[in-house]
């Protein structure tokens, strides 16, 4: 049973960096079959991608976000990661990690992590 | 791209509610629906138009054709109150695309 769980700091102060990792369990990230992706929630408000990866580093951003984000992957952890850069209040959101069934990222997640509230505050 | 979901749609037990996702030529893309209950992450209930996960029941149903794809439900029940988004890739800008999201009330 393949399990996604995001971790890092539920808090962040404006201007500054937001780190995010997402951990797979039951599952390789290594796997030729997958891109790994993050999505976004504002309280209240719809899902919005971020971006995603493939275990070789090949990434898709979001036009939006593209000049803020980096999404790294680090095979033998079997993580991946989320840095989004000069956060403001808007940033605050629930945060998800997900695996895109597709091997070029461009089909369905089919499997997310429980995701995880970053509040952007000083 | 942009994908256009009603904020609402209402329906009483054991009817069938259809939820619309417009979008230009959106029937020459594959669709993707997820339900997401409150507290809860996305569940991917139905995948390239019209196909299954495994464990979705078959009350949940998807098409999609011209301007619209819609996620059908029918005998809807209580638990089928939720929140659901409907997702493309937009291969113009290769991006993933999400629809504002549906909150489907039952009555």
């Known amino acids: 049973q393949l399990q996604l769980q995001e971790s890092g700091p539920g808090l962040v102060k404006p201007s500054e960096t937001l780190s995010l990792t997402c951990t797979v369990s039951?599952?390789?990230?290594?796997?030729?079959?997958?891109?790994w992706g993050w999505i976004r929630q504002p309280p209240g408000k719809g899902l919005e991608w971020i971006g995603s990866?493939?275990?070789?580093?090949?990434?898709y951003y979001n036009p939006s976000l593209k000049s803020r984000v980096t999404i790294s992957v680090d095979t033998s952890k079997n993580q991946f990661s989320l840095k989004l850069s000069s956060v403001t209040a808007a940033d605050t959101a629930v945060y998800y990690c997900?695996?895109?069934?597709?091997?070029?990222?461009?089909?369905?997640?089919?499997?997310w992590g429980q995701g995880t509230l970053v509040t952007v505050s000083a | 791209y942009v994908l256009t979901q009603p904020p609402s749609v209402s329906v009483a037990p054991g009817q069938t509610a259809s939820i619309t996702c417009g979008g230009d030529?959106?029937?020459?893309?594959?669709v993707h629906w997820y339900q997401q209950r409150p507290g809860q992450a996305p569940v991917l209930v139905v995948f390239?138009?019209?196909d299954r996960p495994s464990g979705i029941p078959e009350r949940f149903s998807g098409s999609n054709s011209g301007n619209t794809a819609t996620l059908t439900l029918t005998r809807v029940e209580a638990g089928d109150e939720a929140d659901y988004y409907c997702?493309?890739?937009?291969?113009?800008?290769?991006?993933?695309?999400f629809g504002g999201g549906t909150k489907l009330t039952v009555l």
């Open positions: 997900a695996r895109d069934i597709g091997a070029v990222g461009t089909s369905e997640f089919d499997s």
């Open positions: 039951g599952g390789s990230i290594s796997s030729s079959s997958y891109y």
């Open positions: 990866i493939y275990y070789s580093g090949s990434t």
């Open positions: 030529d959106i029937g020459s893309k594959s």
């Open positions: 390239d138009d019209s």
């Open positions: 997702h493309v890739w937009d291969s113009s800008s290769d991006h993933v695309v």
